[in-house]
């Protein structure tokens, strides 16, 4: 993280949201870093960046922020709506507070960690993007989740997992009820080696030997009508 | 022997042959049945409107002397760079998935040379339509296979795709037959799985949050890029009053006419309503809301020929968008390949069983000597050939009818052969000045 002293302001009751992305979207430097202030939920902050630079953004805000993101760290010091950092490709997006539906939907990668809780529908159809929630998770989570890992240090809700494909998750405490085609299956040490090495990257104080690991029966894989009741 | 005079076997016209056949077919295996295409069943359509052409009070264009023009602009309401097309007929989307490679190749190549756009579908772009495709719409669909940012720069515009005319309300599939190493890794899916394409977006749900999402969109690309929205020929109205609402630039308005790569027979039978009952009620969304001309309504479902480009530009559409027929002008259901049909238990113009990955002519499949039969350049050019005289054909109606402008036909330049069409299209019964619903 650079110095405070290079950090640029960007100040959403000064500028207009366009003003703002494009400065983030045009900024290239691994050094730079900006801050984003006054955000009053405000939707669609810091998306579509494509430049390893720090992006911070203080407060709380609307859908979509840090929708798409490859390569930058955007640390929101507050909660999001619904779909942040949806779809991102590579990159780093801390939420200090909670995020709202679909957090880290269809995300191909990089790191979202939600240091509260993530409502429903977090990480759906994810397709390679690692989430660690520190609290926990809502309804239908992971529901379709291709690939990438789902931490969650908390609880999960109904249908976790419902239609997976290849998406590993990670509970560590109770889950209310597992979606169509979900089974919880064995950890291996390979698996506590994956578990390990986000649950650090995300500064979650948890030990991998507390979750269970679930993942996709893959029995709905291929159509076959004597399953069609477990839809 | 008995002499007593029998009557003729008659058939029964609800338990048909074909029926029969379908019940059997369930019985037998336990499952819907799944094809390719639009709907089969006879619905009312263009062929039942007919062009009244100059008359005493009507003034007519000389046919290759008088200019008719054919250009359209999709995209003026928001789009910094709307899209110009030289010919109101645009190439609709269509998967890299279910069409292989050189078929996706030969579809850029035909409509870049006509000078129109041609549309990505679900599994992402692909080198070969980009690369041969002067113009790009890049489909944004609930499953978001292959969806990414560079992807969404360098395409030309964005389509939302809502729904589709085939089955409104459903989604995608795409048997394992078909999604072989590149196709997996495209969607970043296990290879050879029936891979399923949801029926919603997975982080939006309903208009005020689509206008959020092409909100995103639109920052992520820095407003260049114009927004359509593609719906299904379900509640017409409302869904174009809610697209514009949720900030279209163009509208795609597909009917159930339009085809699908690999869905339900029932969902395409039995969803949705026929292209020419959607046009009118679009329209007139568009004008309540004056907005008819400034965000562009695309029709698509069922358009074969230059008569029926016409005929939706005269009902108030901006443009059309072609797939089944431009795919039969590559070459799919072609009669040279006959006997490859017979053997698959089809024959040329019914072959329909595009999901299984085993087309004659090497367009709906991803199997390596299938797909070479299919030359894309040649293809290409007998798509741009036959988009050449739907233009053609669509500029010698509007001549007739005195239009310098093919966007200047009307409904007034229509009747209608039956009073079902009549009531659709809202024009007069041929003979008549009725119009059913409208009173005298």
Not at chain 1, 85 to 93: H, L
Not at chain 2, 89 to 114: D, Q
Not at chain 2, 122 to 142: A, C
Not at chain 2, 300 to 320: E, M, N, P, Y
Request: glycine fraction near 12%; include cysteine; charged fraction near 25%.
């Amino acid at each position: 993280m650079p110095s405070e002293t290079g950090v640029k302001t960007l100040d959403m009751s000064a500028m207009e949201l366009r003003e703002i992305n494009e400065t983030l979207q045009s900024a290239a430097g691994s050094n730079e870093a900006f801050e984003v202030t006054n955000t009053r939920g405000a939707h669609a902050i810091a998306v579509g960046l494509d430049a390893p630079i720090h992006v911070t953004v203080k407060g709380s805000t609307g859908y979509y922020c840090a929708g798409m993101n490859k390569q930058a760290t955007i640390h929101v010091k507050g909660s999001v709506g619904p779909g942040a950092a949806e779809n991102m490709m590579s990159g780093t997006v801390i939420v200090d507070g909670d995020a709202s539906q679909y957090a880290g939907a269809t995300g191909h990668g990089g790191l979202l960690v939600v240091k509260g809780n993530a409502s429903s529908r977090c990480g759906i159809s994810m397709k390679g993007i690692d989430i660690v929630v520190h609290g926990n998770i809502g309804h239908m989570s992971a529901f379709m989740a291709q690939k990438g890992n789902l931490v969650v240090l908390g609880d999960a809700g109904d249908a976790l997992g419902d239609s997976l494909y290849e998406a590993r998750l990670f509970v560590r405490g109770s889950v209310k009820s597992l979606g169509a085609d979900c089974v919880e299956k064995e950890m291996r040490p390979e698996h506590l080696k994956i578990l390990a090495d986000l649950l650090e990257k995300a500064g979650a104080d948890a030990k991998p030997e507390e979750f269970r690991r679930y993942g996709s029966a893959r029995k709905l894989y291929n159509f076959n009508i004597d399953h069609a009741g477990d839809y | 022997m008995d002499k007593t005079p029998r009557t003729l076997p008659r058939q029964s016209w609800t338990f048909s042959n074909e029926v029969n056949s379908e019940i059997r077919r369930a019985a037998e295996t336990g499952i819907y049945d799944i094809r390719g295409g639009g709907a089969k069943r006879r619905v009312p359509h263009f062929d039942d409107l007919l062009f009244l052409g100059a008359s005493m009070s009507r003034y007519p264009l000389e046919g290759y002397r008088e200019k008719c023009e054919t250009g359209v602009t999709l995209g003026t309401r928001f789009a910094k760079k709307p899209i110009e097309l030289k010919i109101p007929i645009t190439i609709a989307g269509m998967s890299f998935g279910s069409l292989s490679g050189p078929a996706k190749e030969a579809l850029g190549r035909g409509a870049t040379m006509a000078g129109t756009s041609t549309t990505t579908g679900d599994g992402g772009m692909t080198e070969e339509e980009r690369g041969h495709s002067e113009k790009l719409v890049y489909q944004y669909l609930p499953s978001r296979y292959g969806m990414n940012p560079d992807d969404l720069r360098r395409a030309d515009a964005i389509e939302v795709v809502v729904g589709q005319g085939a089955k409104p309300g459903g989604g995608g599939m795409l048997l394992g037959q078909k999604i072989t190493e590149r196709v997996a890794g495209m969607r970043d899916l296990p290879q050879g799985i029936d891979q399923r394409s949801a029926c919603r977006h997975p982080d939006w749900t309903g208009p005020d949050d689509l206008e959020i999402k092409i909100l995103e969109l639109r920052e992520i690309t820095k407003w260049e890029k114009p927004i359509y929205i593609k719906v299904g020929g379900a509640r017409p109205y409302y869904d174009v009053a809610l697209s514009v609402k949720a900030g279209a630039d163009v509208i795609v308005l597909d009917g159930m006419q339009g085809g699908t790569a690999a869905t339900q027979d029932v969902f395409i039978e039995n969803v949705g309503q026929p292209t020419l009952a959607c046009i009118r009620p679009a329209v007139q969304a568009l004008q309540d809301l004056g907005m008819h001309r400034k965000v562009q309504l695309v029709v698509s479902g069922g358009i074969r020929t230059g008569a029926d480009v016409a005929k939706a530009l005269a009902l108030g559409a901006d443009a059309v968008s072609i797939g089944t027929a431009a795919l039969i002008a590559l070459g799919d259901n072609d009669p040279k390949w006959e006997a490859e049909y017979q053997a698959l238990g089809s024959t040329t113009g019914a072959y329909d069983d595009w999901h299984e990955g085993r087309d004659p002519a090497g367009i709906t499949t991803q199997d390596p000597e299938l797909m070479a039969r299919l030359d894309p350049v040649a293809a290409g050019r007998r798509l741009r050939n036959y988009l050449n005289v739907l233009t053609l054909e669509c500029q010698t109606l509007a001549r007739a009818c005195g239009k310098s402008h093919v966007h200047n036909l009307e409904p007034e330049d229509l009747c209608a052969l039956t009073i079902e069409a009549a009531a659709m299209a809202q024009v007069p019964l041929a003979g008549t000045n009725w119009i059913p619903g409208k009173g005298i």
